[in-house]
């Protein structure tokens, strides 16, 4: 299966923003985007027109990569929106929010997404006391995700947490860091997600 395997700041870099892929990395000033605010390249500090695709396909790329998804899940995300009664756009942003490995790291649990999903598929959490190895599974208001007892020692757990203290934690989480158990207050409103991110954008771009 196609994954990216090259520098991640490159993405961020590309984007034009903060995509947090590298975890503490991006708080500090040795981010790509502090050093080299400009896409990489050799044509990278070139001035570039955008025609309105090429603006509807860099934000479907911005959220894509932003939660880590290949081409093919960001597809069947976008198809189970656009048939789920609401606003299309504000509905995909919600399943990205509900998906377990984003909701591990918008608890605290992991530094980044990707570590996130590892850890996910290593088996290192529970959700409402069941075990659940998959990243893609969607959580709702009331479950509770905590980590298993022989993972409570998990180095990269323990400093997710440690960083997460800095980071914060959304309003609609509740997290109980010496029990290492989160909960899921409530589903966010589109208001509450801050990512600078136009989803009608990528609607616009899927609806061709």
Same mark, same amino acid.
């Given at each position: 299966?196609?994954?990216?395997?090259?520098?991640?700041?490159?993405?961020?870099?590309?984007?034009?923003?903060?995509?947090?892929?590298?975890?503490?990395?991006?708080?500090?000033?040795?981010?790509?985007?502090?050093?080299?605010?400009? &896409? &990489?390249?050799?044509?990278?500090?070139?001035?570039?027109?955008?025609?309105?695709?090429? $603006?509807?396909?860099?934000?479907?790329?911005?959220?894509?990569?932003?939660? @880590?998804?290949?081409?093919?899940?960001?597809? @069947?995300?976008?198809?189970?929106?656009?048939?789920?009664?609401?606003?299309?756009?504000?509905?995909?942003?919600?399943?990205?929010? @509900?998906?377990?490995?984003?909701?591990?790291?918008?608890?605290?649990?992991?530094? !980044?997404?990707?570590?996130?999903?590892?850890?996910?598929?290593?088996?290192?959490? $529970? +959700?409402?006391?069941?075990?659940?190895?998959? &990243? !893609?599974?969607? +959580?709702?208001?009331?479950? #509770? #995700?905590? #980590?298993?007892?022989?993972?409570?020692?998990?180095?990269?757990?323990?400093?997710?947490?440690?960083?997460?203290?800095?980071?914060? #934690?959304?309003?609609?989480?509740?997290?109980?860091?010496?029990?290492?158990?989160? @909960?899921?207050?409530?589903?966010?409103?589109?208001?509450?997600?801050?990512?600078?991110?136009?989803?009608?954008?990528?609607?616009?771009?899927? !609806?061709?």
């Amino acid at each position: 299966m196609a994954r990216y395997r090259a520098s991640v700041c490159r993405l961020c870099r590309r984007e034009g923003l903060k995509l947090f892929l590298k975890g503490e990395r991006c708080y500090t000033d040795k981010c790509a985007i502090e050093r080299r605010n400009y &896409p &990489p390249g050799e044509h990278g500090q070139g001035r570039v027109k955008f025609s309105e695709y090429s $603006l509807q396909l860099r934000e479907k790329q911005k959220l894509k990569r932003m939660y @880590r998804l290949l081409e093919g899940q960001f597809r @069947r995300l976008f198809e189970r929106a656009d048939r789920t009664k609401g606003i299309t756009g504000e509905t995909l942003m919600l399943l990205l929010e @509900r998906r377990l490995d984003n909701m591990i790291y918008r608890l605290g649990f992991a530094n !980044s997404r990707a570590e996130a999903r590892q850890l996910v598929r290593h088996g290192h959490f $529970l +959700v409402n006391d069941r075990k659940i190895d998959i &990243p !893609s599974a969607l +959580v709702k208001p009331g479950d #509770v #995700v905590t #980590v298993r007892e022989r993972s409570h020692k998990v180095v990269r757990i323990q400093e997710a947490l440690e960083l997460s203290q800095r980071r914060g #934690v959304p309003e609609w989480l509740e997290v109980d860091r010496p029990n290492f158990t989160g @909960r899921i207050r409530a589903l966010p409103a589109r208001a509450d997600l801050t990512m600078p991110i136009n989803e009608k954008l990528v609607v616009e771009l899927y !609806s061709k």
